[in-house]
């Protein structure tokens, strides 16, 4: 099974973009945040926990998960939103677990806005985080997701600070307006392979 190194970081940091670099260096990359979406498309563990906990409305008519629906419950109430994360996360940590095992590269990229908030820590060899300004993060998503910057606020809310994300990670990758990002890759993987080799 390859080591697993978690890349994580605030709403807009540069995660995706890291995790590209990483992709063109031969990495495999799994994208939690992307695959939790997936599964709660398909998998029927999660379909039946959001039907009993957010009622029949959260899937449309034609099975589609309504996701403005969900979003308009759990951004709204933080509990709501930690019953959410406690029913998809366990799943996609299962699904990251499963996709590792058959990984033949010496190390893989999991790639999630959270980790230190739920188990999703465990299990991993490191943890890189992907550091930026906020005011940079809120231009940028702002930018890509065509959303005011009152919605990004909104979200950037639900996560730990980033102080306190990036004094938890092993490495930290800066994704400012001033620093090369492939070099402190290359850096980082060298560190991953050396640690691996020791280990
Ligand atoms: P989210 O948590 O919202 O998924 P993320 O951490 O994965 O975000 P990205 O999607 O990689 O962040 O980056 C946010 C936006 O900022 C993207 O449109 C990306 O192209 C852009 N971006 C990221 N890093 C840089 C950079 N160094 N220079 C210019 N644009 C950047």
Redesign the pocket.
């Known amino acids: 099974m390859a080591a697993i190194i978690g890349l994580t ?1 605030g ?7 890291v995790a590209q670099v990483f992709k063109t260096l031969g990495i495999p990359v799994f994208n939690a ?1 992307e695959v939790a979406k997936e599964l709660m498309q398909t998998s029927p563990l999660i379909k039946t926990q959001l039907l009993t906990t957010f009622g029949e409305k959260v899937y449309t008519a034609n099975g589609e998960l309504d996701k403005t629906y969900l979003a308009g419950i759990v951004f709204k109430d933080p509990y709501q939103l930690e019953l959410l994360n406690a029913i998809v996360h366990p799943v996609t940590i299962q699904a990251a677990k499963d996709w590792a095992a058959i990984q033949t590269s010496p190390y893989v990229i999991k790639e999630a ?1 959270l980790i230190f908030e739920s188990a999703a820590a465990e299990g991993l060899t490191g943890v890189i985080g ?1 550091s930026a300004p906020s005011s940079l993060r809120i231009q ?2 702002m ?2 997701d065509a959303c005011s910057k009152i919605e990004v606020e909104q979200r950037m809310r639900h996560q730990i600070s980033d102080t306190i994300k990036l004094k938890l990670c092993d490495w930290v990758i800066e ?1 400012n307006d001033q620093d090369l ?1 492939i070099p402190q890759v290359l850096k980082i993987q060298e560190a991953i392979l050396a640690q691996l080799a020791t280990s």
């Open positions: 970081g709403i807009g940091a540069g995660k995706t973009t945040d806005a992907v940028r998503v930018k890509r994704n990002i």
